[in-house]
Protein backbone atom coordinates (compact mmCIF):
# COMPACT_ATOMS: atom_id res chain seq x y z
CA UNK A 1 0.00 0.00 0.00
CA UNK A 2 1.25 3.57 -0.66
CA UNK A 3 3.08 5.73 2.10
CA UNK A 4 -0.07 8.62 0.97
CA UNK A 5 -3.26 8.46 0.47
CA UNK A 6 -4.03 7.93 -3.39
CA UNK A 7 -5.70 10.54 -6.30
CA UNK A 8 -6.91 8.20 -8.94
CA UNK A 9 -7.78 10.17 -11.79
CA UNK A 10 -11.02 9.28 -14.16
CA UNK A 11 -10.71 7.76 -17.35
CA UNK A 12 -10.09 9.63 -20.47
CA UNK A 13 -9.29 12.87 -18.23
CA UNK A 14 -5.57 11.78 -18.46
CA UNK A 15 -4.84 14.38 -21.65
CA UNK A 16 -3.90 17.44 -19.07
CA UNK A 17 -2.03 15.41 -16.60
CA UNK A 18 0.21 13.76 -19.55
CA UNK A 19 1.01 17.66 -20.81
CA UNK A 20 2.25 18.15 -17.84
CA UNK A 21 -0.76 20.85 -16.86
CA UNK A 22 -0.34 21.22 -12.68
CA UNK A 23 -3.89 21.09 -11.96
CA UNK A 24 -6.41 18.23 -11.59
CA UNK A 25 -10.16 19.81 -11.72
CA UNK A 26 -13.00 17.97 -9.83
CA UNK A 27 -14.13 16.19 -12.81
CA UNK A 28 -11.34 14.45 -13.14
CA UNK A 29 -11.54 12.82 -9.26
CA UNK A 30 -12.47 9.67 -9.86
CA UNK A 31 -11.68 8.87 -5.88
CA UNK A 32 -9.04 9.74 -3.65
CA UNK A 33 -8.36 6.98 -0.93
CA UNK A 34 -7.83 8.53 2.88
CA UNK A 35 -7.84 12.29 1.62
CA UNK A 36 -7.09 15.11 4.21
CA UNK A 37 -6.83 18.50 3.39
CA UNK A 38 -3.05 20.02 2.75
CA UNK A 39 -1.79 16.34 2.16
CA UNK A 40 0.42 15.17 -0.09
CA UNK A 41 -1.51 12.60 -2.60
CA UNK A 42 -0.10 10.62 -4.77
CA UNK A 43 -1.79 11.00 -8.38
CA UNK A 44 -2.60 7.47 -10.62
CA UNK A 45 -4.04 6.76 -13.50
CA UNK A 46 -7.12 3.87 -13.65
CA UNK A 47 -4.85 1.39 -14.90
CA UNK A 48 -2.09 2.45 -11.78
CA UNK A 49 0.28 3.96 -13.49
CA UNK A 50 1.73 6.89 -11.57
CA UNK A 51 1.76 10.10 -12.40
CA UNK A 52 3.56 12.09 -9.34
CA UNK A 53 2.71 13.76 -6.13
CA UNK A 54 0.58 16.70 -5.59
CA UNK A 55 -1.04 18.54 -2.53
CA UNK A 56 -5.04 18.18 -1.93
CA UNK A 57 -7.23 20.41 -1.77
CA UNK A 58 -11.08 19.39 -0.37
CA UNK A 59 -12.76 22.57 -1.28
CA UNK A 60 -12.70 24.31 -4.69
CA UNK A 61 -12.50 23.27 -8.53
CA UNK A 62 -8.84 22.53 -8.20
CA UNK A 63 -8.89 19.52 -5.93
CA UNK A 64 -5.16 18.74 -6.58
CA UNK A 65 -2.02 20.84 -7.68
CA UNK A 66 0.92 18.61 -8.59
CA UNK A 67 4.51 19.85 -8.29
CA UNK A 68 6.21 16.17 -9.02
CA UNK A 69 5.88 14.07 -12.12
CA UNK A 70 7.57 11.43 -11.97
CA UNK A 71 7.71 7.23 -12.77
CA UNK A 72 8.69 6.15 -9.70
CA UNK A 73 8.06 6.64 -5.85
CA UNK A 74 9.67 8.97 -4.31
CA UNK A 75 9.61 10.47 -0.77
CA UNK A 76 8.65 14.17 0.16
CA UNK A 77 9.79 15.14 2.99
CA UNK A 78 11.86 18.28 4.07
CA UNK A 79 14.89 17.14 2.10
CA UNK A 80 12.92 17.07 -1.39
CA UNK A 81 11.49 20.41 -0.35
CA UNK A 82 15.44 21.62 0.26
CA UNK A 83 16.39 20.45 -2.60
CA UNK A 84 13.79 22.55 -4.79
CA UNK A 85 13.98 25.89 -2.31
CA UNK A 86 17.95 25.67 -3.72
CA UNK A 87 16.97 24.64 -7.01
CA UNK A 88 14.73 28.27 -7.19
CA UNK A 89 18.02 29.91 -5.97
CA UNK A 90 20.58 29.12 -7.89
CA UNK A 91 18.08 29.60 -10.76
CA UNK A 92 17.74 32.94 -9.77
CA UNK A 93 21.74 33.88 -8.81
CA UNK A 94 23.01 35.01 -12.37
CA UNK A 95 20.16 37.28 -12.82
CA UNK A 96 20.21 39.05 -9.87
CA UNK A 97 22.96 41.31 -8.54
CA UNK A 98 22.54 42.48 -4.98
CA UNK A 99 24.96 45.44 -4.69
CA UNK A 100 21.97 46.49 -6.92
CA UNK A 101 19.07 44.53 -6.70
CA UNK A 102 18.42 42.76 -3.64
CA UNK A 103 14.43 42.51 -3.88
CA UNK A 104 13.45 39.61 -5.94
CA UNK A 105 10.36 36.90 -5.92
CA UNK A 106 12.36 33.76 -4.59
CA UNK A 107 9.59 31.59 -5.49
CA UNK A 108 7.24 31.85 -7.98
CA UNK A 109 4.36 29.25 -7.29
CA UNK A 110 4.16 26.83 -10.48
CA UNK A 111 6.72 28.59 -12.20
CA UNK A 112 9.37 26.68 -9.47
CA UNK A 113 7.28 23.76 -8.54
CA UNK A 114 5.77 25.44 -5.49
CA UNK A 115 1.88 24.99 -6.74
CA UNK A 116 0.09 28.43 -4.89
CA UNK A 117 3.45 29.52 -3.10
CA UNK A 118 4.57 33.10 -3.49
CA UNK A 119 7.50 33.89 -1.41
CA UNK A 120 9.26 37.53 -1.99
CA UNK A 121 12.59 39.04 -0.72
CA UNK A 122 13.52 42.12 0.56
CA UNK A 123 16.92 42.18 1.26
CA UNK A 124 16.68 40.46 4.47
CA UNK A 125 12.98 39.77 4.63
CA UNK A 126 10.72 37.16 3.24
CA UNK A 127 7.28 37.46 2.68
CA UNK A 128 4.96 34.41 1.91
CA UNK A 129 1.72 34.58 0.25
CA UNK A 130 -0.08 31.13 0.02
CA UNK A 131 -2.88 30.26 -1.82
CA UNK A 132 -3.74 26.60 -0.85
CA UNK A 133 -3.90 24.75 2.06
CA UNK A 134 -0.96 22.67 0.62
CA UNK A 135 0.84 25.68 -0.26
CA UNK A 136 -0.33 26.51 3.75
CA UNK A 137 1.50 23.67 4.77
CA UNK A 138 4.78 24.41 3.48
CA UNK A 139 5.25 27.89 5.40
CA UNK A 140 7.55 26.56 8.20
CA UNK A 141 10.01 24.96 6.24
CA UNK A 142 10.09 27.83 3.60
CA UNK A 143 11.14 30.17 6.38
CA UNK A 144 14.03 27.47 7.78
CA UNK A 145 15.34 27.53 4.61
CA UNK A 146 15.27 30.86 3.90
CA UNK A 147 17.32 31.71 7.04
CA UNK A 148 19.60 29.79 5.67
CA UNK A 149 20.07 32.39 3.09
CA UNK A 150 20.28 35.15 4.63
CA UNK A 151 16.87 35.82 5.24
CA UNK A 152 16.13 37.41 9.24
CA UNK A 153 12.67 37.88 9.49
CA UNK A 154 9.69 36.45 7.74
CA UNK A 155 6.66 36.97 7.65
CA UNK A 156 3.65 35.37 6.12
CA UNK A 157 0.64 37.66 4.83
CA UNK A 158 -2.71 36.41 4.77
CA UNK A 159 -6.14 37.59 3.84
CA UNK A 160 -7.02 39.57 7.25
CA UNK A 161 -3.42 39.94 8.70
CA UNK A 162 -0.32 38.83 8.43
CA UNK A 163 2.06 36.71 11.12
CA UNK A 164 5.78 37.07 11.63
CA UNK A 165 7.13 33.63 11.93
CA UNK A 166 10.61 34.56 12.72
CA UNK A 167 11.96 38.17 13.77
CA UNK A 168 9.85 41.10 12.49
CA UNK A 169 10.54 44.38 10.19
CA UNK A 170 7.74 46.17 8.56
CA UNK A 171 9.62 48.85 6.92
CA UNK A 172 11.93 47.37 4.74
CA UNK A 173 14.66 49.25 2.71
CA UNK A 174 15.61 47.53 -0.41
CA UNK A 175 17.50 48.50 -3.68
CA UNK A 176 16.42 48.35 -7.36
CA UNK A 177 18.55 49.65 -10.41
CA UNK A 178 21.03 50.53 -7.03
CA UNK A 179 17.66 53.43 -6.76
CA UNK A 180 16.73 53.15 -2.94
CA UNK A 181 12.63 52.07 -2.11
CA UNK A 182 11.32 50.99 1.10
CA UNK A 183 8.18 48.93 1.53
CA UNK A 184 5.63 48.37 3.90
CA UNK A 185 5.36 44.36 3.37
CA UNK A 186 2.57 44.20 5.53
CA UNK A 187 -0.02 46.66 4.36
CA UNK A 188 1.41 47.69 1.29
CA UNK A 189 -0.25 46.26 -2.19
CA UNK A 190 1.08 42.27 -3.34
CA UNK A 191 3.74 41.65 -0.86
CA UNK A 192 4.84 45.57 -0.57
CA UNK A 193 6.15 46.35 -4.14
CA UNK A 194 5.57 45.18 -7.57
CA UNK A 195 8.72 43.52 -7.89
CA UNK A 196 7.45 41.89 -11.36
CA UNK A 197 8.30 45.14 -12.95
CA UNK A 198 11.22 45.59 -12.18
CA UNK A 199 13.06 45.28 -15.55
CA UNK A 200 10.39 47.27 -17.09
CA UNK A 201 11.51 49.97 -14.86
CA UNK A 202 15.00 49.68 -15.46
CA UNK A 203 13.65 50.44 -19.61
CA UNK A 204 11.94 53.20 -18.53
CA UNK A 205 15.51 54.44 -17.28
CA UNK A 206 16.87 53.58 -20.46
CA UNK A 207 13.83 55.17 -22.86
CA UNK A 208 12.91 58.33 -20.34
CA UNK A 209 16.08 60.28 -21.47
CA UNK A 210 14.58 64.43 -21.89
CA UNK A 211 10.96 63.22 -21.68
CA UNK A 212 8.10 64.95 -20.20
CA UNK A 213 6.91 61.73 -18.11
CA UNK A 214 3.28 60.54 -17.61
CA UNK A 215 3.48 57.71 -14.85
CA UNK A 216 -0.21 56.84 -14.83
CA UNK A 217 -1.51 54.48 -11.44
CA UNK A 218 2.35 55.19 -10.12
CA UNK A 219 1.71 53.48 -6.81
CA UNK A 220 4.83 54.08 -4.98
CA UNK A 221 6.56 55.79 -7.64
CA UNK A 222 9.02 53.22 -8.90
CA UNK A 223 8.56 53.76 -12.56
CA UNK A 224 9.19 58.02 -11.69
CA UNK A 225 12.36 57.30 -9.81
CA UNK A 226 13.69 55.42 -12.46
CA UNK A 227 12.74 57.54 -15.37
CA UNK A 228 13.81 60.68 -13.72
CA UNK A 229 17.19 58.56 -13.04
CA UNK A 230 17.37 58.23 -17.03
CA UNK A 231 16.74 61.88 -17.65
CA UNK A 232 13.52 62.59 -17.74
CA UNK A 233 12.98 66.26 -17.57
CA UNK A 234 9.61 66.14 -15.50
CA UNK A 235 7.72 63.46 -14.40
CA UNK A 236 4.09 63.06 -12.86
CA UNK A 237 2.76 60.04 -10.84
CA UNK A 238 -0.85 59.89 -10.83
CA UNK A 239 -2.75 57.87 -8.44
CA UNK A 240 -5.77 57.31 -6.49
CA UNK A 241 -4.03 56.26 -3.14
CA UNK A 242 -2.77 59.18 -0.82
CA UNK A 243 -0.86 56.90 1.13
CA UNK A 244 0.86 55.71 -2.46
CA UNK A 245 1.83 58.77 -3.56
CA UNK A 246 3.33 60.03 -0.16
CA UNK A 247 5.29 57.14 -0.28
CA UNK A 248 5.89 58.19 -3.80
CA UNK A 249 7.44 61.39 -2.54
CA UNK A 250 9.33 60.30 0.06
CA UNK A 251 11.29 57.68 -2.99
CA UNK A 252 11.66 61.01 -5.20
CA UNK A 253 13.14 62.79 -2.39
CA UNK A 254 15.29 59.97 -1.00
CA UNK A 255 16.78 59.31 -4.68
CA UNK A 256 17.70 63.08 -4.44
CA UNK A 257 15.28 64.09 -7.51
CA UNK A 258 14.09 67.96 -7.13
CA UNK A 259 10.94 70.24 -7.63
CA UNK A 260 10.35 68.79 -11.31
CA UNK A 261 9.12 65.51 -9.89
CA UNK A 262 5.65 65.71 -8.67
CA UNK A 263 2.53 63.60 -7.71
CA UNK A 264 -0.97 64.26 -8.22
CA UNK A 265 -3.69 62.55 -6.33
CA UNK A 266 -6.55 62.03 -8.93
CA UNK A 267 -8.55 58.75 -10.94
CA UNK A 268 -6.20 58.57 -14.51
CA UNK A 269 -9.20 58.58 -16.62
CA UNK A 270 -10.11 61.53 -15.33
CA UNK A 271 -7.11 63.35 -15.64
CA UNK A 272 -6.15 61.84 -19.10
CA UNK A 273 -9.69 63.86 -20.26
CA UNK A 274 -8.36 67.14 -18.75
CA UNK A 275 -4.94 66.90 -19.70
CA UNK A 276 -4.06 68.99 -23.11
CA UNK A 277 -2.50 66.90 -25.95
CA UNK A 278 0.75 67.18 -26.11
CA UNK A 279 1.91 67.71 -22.44
CA UNK A 280 3.84 64.63 -22.30
CA UNK A 281 6.87 62.84 -24.66
CA UNK A 282 6.41 59.27 -22.35
CA UNK A 283 3.69 57.43 -21.00
CA UNK A 284 3.52 55.04 -18.98
CA UNK A 285 0.66 53.07 -18.02
CA UNK A 286 0.50 50.52 -15.63
CA UNK A 287 -3.39 49.87 -14.09
CA UNK A 288 -4.66 47.42 -11.74
CA UNK A 289 -6.31 44.22 -13.21
CA UNK A 290 -9.45 45.62 -14.99
CA UNK A 291 -10.98 41.86 -14.43
CA UNK A 292 -9.96 38.94 -11.97
CA UNK A 293 -12.74 36.93 -13.86
CA UNK A 294 -12.96 35.42 -17.71
CA UNK A 295 -16.72 36.58 -17.68
CA UNK A 296 -15.67 40.21 -17.41
CA UNK A 297 -13.11 40.13 -20.17
CA UNK A 298 -14.86 41.98 -22.34
CA UNK A 299 -15.77 45.28 -20.44
CA UNK A 300 -11.94 45.13 -19.30
CA UNK A 301 -11.11 45.48 -23.08
CA UNK A 302 -12.84 48.54 -23.33
CA UNK A 303 -11.47 50.09 -19.82
CA UNK A 304 -8.08 49.18 -21.34
CA UNK A 305 -8.64 50.55 -25.09
CA UNK A 306 -10.27 53.73 -23.91
CA UNK A 307 -7.38 54.48 -21.66
CA UNK A 308 -4.49 53.49 -24.32
CA UNK A 309 -6.04 56.30 -26.98
CA UNK A 310 -6.65 59.20 -24.28
CA UNK A 311 -2.85 58.28 -23.87
CA UNK A 312 -2.06 58.22 -27.64
CA UNK A 313 -4.32 61.22 -27.79
CA UNK A 314 -2.14 62.94 -25.40
CA UNK A 315 1.34 62.10 -26.91
CA UNK A 316 2.77 64.13 -29.52
CA UNK A 317 4.27 62.66 -33.07
CA UNK A 318 7.16 60.60 -31.89
CA UNK A 319 5.95 60.40 -27.97
CA UNK A 320 6.34 57.04 -26.17
CA UNK A 321 3.92 55.15 -24.79
CA UNK A 322 4.62 52.05 -22.33
CA UNK A 323 1.35 50.29 -21.47
CA UNK A 324 0.42 46.90 -19.65
CA UNK A 325 -2.10 44.97 -18.85
CA UNK A 326 -2.25 42.36 -15.75
CA UNK A 327 -5.20 40.47 -15.75
CA UNK A 328 -4.70 36.96 -16.27
CA UNK A 329 -7.75 36.89 -18.54
CA UNK A 330 -6.40 39.29 -21.12
CA UNK A 331 -4.22 36.97 -23.23
CA UNK A 332 -0.55 39.15 -25.01
CA UNK A 333 -2.96 38.59 -28.34
CA UNK A 334 -6.00 40.33 -27.49
CA UNK A 335 -4.04 43.02 -25.16
CA UNK A 336 -1.92 43.87 -28.61
CA UNK A 337 -5.32 43.47 -30.97
CA UNK A 338 -7.04 45.65 -27.89
CA UNK A 339 -4.30 48.89 -28.38
CA UNK A 340 -4.46 48.05 -31.98
CA UNK A 341 -8.20 49.25 -31.94
CA UNK A 342 -6.99 52.10 -29.32
CA UNK A 343 -4.18 53.59 -31.97
CA UNK A 344 -6.85 53.01 -34.73
CA UNK A 345 -9.93 54.81 -33.27
CA UNK A 346 -7.03 57.76 -31.96
CA UNK A 347 -6.30 58.10 -35.99
CA UNK A 348 -2.52 57.89 -34.86
CA UNK A 349 0.09 55.72 -36.56
CA UNK A 350 1.72 53.20 -33.54
CA UNK A 351 5.29 51.04 -33.79
CA UNK A 352 5.83 48.44 -31.74
CA UNK A 353 9.24 48.64 -30.10
CA UNK A 354 9.21 45.95 -27.28
CA UNK A 355 6.87 43.26 -26.30
CA UNK A 356 7.21 43.08 -22.54
CA UNK A 357 6.23 40.09 -19.90
CA UNK A 358 6.98 38.10 -16.60
CA UNK A 359 10.85 38.63 -15.61
CA UNK A 360 13.47 36.54 -14.62
CA UNK A 361 12.56 35.87 -11.26
CA UNK A 362 8.80 35.15 -11.58
CA UNK A 363 9.52 32.00 -14.54
CA UNK A 364 6.44 30.33 -15.96
CA UNK A 365 6.27 27.07 -16.58
CA UNK A 366 5.45 26.38 -20.33
CA UNK A 367 2.67 23.39 -19.23
CA UNK A 368 1.20 25.76 -16.53
CA UNK A 369 -0.28 29.06 -19.17
CA UNK A 370 -2.54 30.46 -16.15
CA UNK A 371 0.62 31.19 -14.48
CA UNK A 372 1.61 34.09 -17.39
CA UNK A 373 -0.84 37.55 -16.49
CA UNK A 374 1.60 40.73 -16.99
CA UNK A 375 1.78 41.80 -20.54
CA UNK A 376 3.28 45.06 -21.89
CA UNK A 377 4.21 47.07 -25.10
CA UNK A 378 6.28 49.82 -25.57
CA UNK A 379 5.00 51.91 -28.92
CA UNK A 380 6.00 54.58 -30.58
CA UNK A 381 3.37 56.77 -31.17
CA UNK A 382 3.97 59.18 -34.66
N1 LIG B 1 3.33 51.01 -11.60
C1 LIG B 1 3.32 50.67 -10.18
C2 LIG B 1 2.25 49.65 -9.84
C3 LIG B 1 0.84 50.08 -10.17
S1 LIG B 1 -0.39 49.23 -9.27
C4 LIG B 1 4.72 50.20 -9.77
O1 LIG B 1 5.57 49.98 -10.64
O2 LIG B 1 4.96 50.05 -8.56
C5 LIG B 1 -1.86 50.04 -9.68
C6 LIG B 1 -2.10 51.36 -8.95
O3 LIG B 1 -3.23 51.96 -9.58
C7 LIG B 1 -2.45 51.27 -7.48
O4 LIG B 1 -1.52 52.03 -6.75
C8 LIG B 1 -3.86 51.88 -7.35
O5 LIG B 1 -4.00 52.72 -6.22
C9 LIG B 1 -3.95 52.71 -8.60
N2 LIG B 1 -5.28 52.95 -9.19
C10 LIG B 1 -6.29 52.07 -9.38
N3 LIG B 1 -7.29 52.63 -10.07
C11 LIG B 1 -6.92 53.92 -10.31
C12 LIG B 1 -7.52 55.01 -11.01
N4 LIG B 1 -8.71 54.88 -11.60
N5 LIG B 1 -6.84 56.17 -11.09
C13 LIG B 1 -5.62 56.31 -10.50
N6 LIG B 1 -5.00 55.30 -9.85
C14 LIG B 1 -5.64 54.13 -9.75
Not at 195 to 205: E, G, I, S, V, Y
Not at 240 to 267: F, I, Y
Not at 293 to 301: D, F, L, P, Q, R
Not at 324 to 330: E, I, L, P, T, Y
Amino acid sequence: MSRYPVLHVRRGKERSLINRHPWVYSGAVARVERPGSDAVVEVRFDDGSLVGYGHYSADGQIRCRVFEFCQSEKTIDADYWRLKFTAAFEYRRPFLIPMTNNAYRMINGEGDGFPGVVFDRYGDVGVLQMRTPGADSLAPLLSEFASEVGVRHVLWRKEEDGVWLVGRKPEVPFREHGFWFTANVETGQKTGFFLDQRNHRKLAFDLAEGRRTLNAFSYTGGFAVCAAKGGAVETLSVDLSADALERCERHLRENGLGANHRTLKADVFDYLRSVQNGAFDFVILDPPAFTKHISTVEKAARGYKDLNMKAMQILPPGGLLMTFSCSQHVSPDLFLKIVFSAAADARRNARILYRLSHPEDHPVSIFHPEGEYLKGLVLVVD
